[in-house]
């Protein structure tokens, strides 16, 4: 039995803010920032919630895979910017779709977030325990930005992406392996809030993510192509046999290097980052659906997703279509 993705969908804020318009509020051009990364905008939330993002992103996944909400026996949402503390993403999704027979909660693993939650859906299915999952990666990454830090605001966007996987005898995943290495955690950051009990003294200051953008490069280059290599051999396939390479839009260069490293073209690598910037775990599902949605994706095409980020984490499955 297999994990087949039998729906996908996507919504991204209505504000879209190009790197012009930042170059007017920080001291940064459209120059740097898109030949450092790549990206020449990204939509950002005004009103939206992610809950909201996430539910139009779910109706669609559910449309095209034919079921309703309360077919659902579970949802995953990979975040860390739930709209709230309490109650979690999948939670609050649960009730805005009443998929009232669903167990809801959220993964934490950052970047690798969708593919953590693809995998833990995976591994649900395979035991037989569920069948039909809805796993969502979304973020409004916006509000844990610090705006007086021009290193990090201008790499990131919003939005939230949606896959529905239910159990298959043919197509599906095929393999995935995963990881995490705690110890090198300090190199992306976002501290949490202060402890302010009445027994301890603790300044009430907003918590701000934090990133050492070269030691992230060099952990995005070493780790990800490895994680490919080694699932695509544990499905048995070699790298020419892959038809797309869906990996998390942080950085074009990074992008350039995974292809280069693994001898595939880049026209296996679609990109959806110069539109969107880097939205963590919507990414891979916002450009799977949009890859989907533009026919790019045949009955029977090998398609690899990777997702790597804060942790450390990183994940890569090899599915067919
Ligand atoms: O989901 C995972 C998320 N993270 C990543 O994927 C990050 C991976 N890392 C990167 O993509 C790159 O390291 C960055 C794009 C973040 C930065 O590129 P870099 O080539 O490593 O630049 P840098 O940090 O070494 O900064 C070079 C210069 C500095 O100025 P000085 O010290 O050389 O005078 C920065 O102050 O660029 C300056 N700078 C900027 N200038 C204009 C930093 N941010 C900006 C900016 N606009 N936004």
Redesign the pocket.
Request: proline fraction near 0%; charged fraction near 15%; aromatic fraction near 10%.
């Given at each position: 039995m297999k994990t087949r993705i039998c729906g996908t969908g996507s919504a991204l804020p209505k504000r879209v803010v190009s790197n012009e318009d930042?170059s007017k509020i920080?001291?940064?051009?459209d120059e740097?920032?898109k030949s450092?990364?790549g990206i020449a905008a990204r939509h950002l939330a005004t009103d939206e919630t992610l809950a909201g993002l996430s539910a139009a992103a779910a109706l669609q996944a559910l449309e095209e895979a034919g079921i309703c909400a309360k077919d659902l026996d579970m949802i995953l949402a990979g975040t860390i910017s739930a709209d709230n503390i309490l109650p979690s993403l999948a939670c609050e999704l649960q009730r805005e779709l009443g998929a009232v027979h669903a167990v809801a909660f959220d993964i934490n693993a950052?970047?690798a977030g969708f593919l953590f939650a693809l995998q833990t859906a995976d591994a649900y299915i395979r035991s037989g325990q569920y069948r039909n999952i809805l796993v969502v990666g979304g973020e409004i990454l916006s509000k844990l930005m610090d705006w007086n830090d021009?290193?990090?605001?201008?790499?990131?966007g919003d939005g939230a992406g949606a896959a529905v996987v239910c159990p298959d005898e043919n197509c599906g995943i095929l393999s995935s392996v995963q990881g995490s290495d705690g110890a090198k955690g300090g190199v992306?950051s976002c501290c949490g809030r202060k402890n302010n009990n009445p027994y301890v003294k603790n300044s009430i200051k907003l918590p701000f993510v934090s990133?050492?953008?070269?030691?992230?490069?060099k952990f995005?280059v070493r780790t990800v192509p490895k994680a490919i290599t080694d699932t695509v051999e544990k499905a048995g396939l070699a790298i020419s046999d892959i038809d797309l390479f869906l990996i998390?839009q942080?950085?074009i260069?990074?992008i350039e290097s995974v292809s280069k490293r693994l001898k595939a073209p880049m026209e296996k690598f679609p990109t959806n980052l110069a539109f969107c910037g880097?939205i963590?775990a919507g990414?891979v599902p916002i450009l799977l659906d949009d890859v989907n949605r533009r026919g790019l994706l045949h009955k029977g095409d090998k398609i690899v997703l990777a997702g790597?980020?804060?942790g450390l984490t990183w994940g890569a499955s090899v599915l067919v279509w």
């Open positions: 930042l920080m001291d940064t051009s740097w920032i450092r990364t950052a970047c021009r290193s990090t605001c201008v790499l990131f992306l990133m050492d953008g070269q030691e992230v490069y995005a998390h942080a950085n260069r990074i880097n963590s990414s790597f980020g804060a």
